[in-house]
């Protein structure tokens, strides 16, 4: 059995001294593995880093093996912000969090076209580019089963002034149906419900340990997955 589809690569792991495990998220085939070698010659080595663009052609005797890779470089997306950590963190962060939450072989164009278009952000030269990151980790969030309701206050049915978010359910609540449970709600920010409006650091914060909670709590706890080291450095890189 034999198919070709373009992809993204995600990650790479050591199978034997002379293979590797390769995973790429591809439009046709959703996020599929399979065995490469060669990886240490100077021209593939540069292609299988997390967030590249290939064109993957796999191989195997029925579609439940591992298979073989062999690929073929169409962008390397990384190699454009080599010098811009924060960035790079996040393009390996966005990877990881596909390679745990993504069931394999599964198509989701959601999914695929929304990892595409944040790399187009992240190298793009655009300051607000950590904005788009955290917006992009909600829709994950909502791709797999478990989005949150930011439209109306949970407890007043308000539109506007939503300002919390309640960490039972993950709808958004305002000031005034907060009460006295303020110190127990998740800071909502307001970058969330009006995406043009000016953020600060702070905001920021709040966003990363927002979608970071529901990750943790609706997904990484419950199946006994660590939440991915890369996201972790990406938010130490922003606290205040």
Known sequence: MRWSSEGFVLSLKPHNE??????????????????IRGVHSKNLRS?????????????????THLGNYSIEGIKSWSSLILAEKEKLCALTSACSLITNTLAEKQPNENIYSGLKSLIQILTSGRNDWIKDYIIWELNLLTEIGYGLDLSKCAVTSEKD??????????????????????SKLLKLPSFLIDHKIIYSKEDILDGLNLSEFFLKKWFFLPNNLHFPESRNRLKDMFII
């Open 47 to 63: 292609i299988i880093e997390p967030g590249n663009e290939i064109t993957a052609h796999w191989s195997g005797r029925l579609e």
């Open 161 to 182: 002034n939503l300002v919390f978010v309640s960490p039972s359910t993950g709808s958004a609540v305002t000031e005034i149906g907060a009460g006295d449970y303020k």
């Open 18 to 35: 002379k293979s590797y495990i390769l995973e790429v998220l591809t439009r046709e085939h959703g996020k599929h593995k399979g065995l």
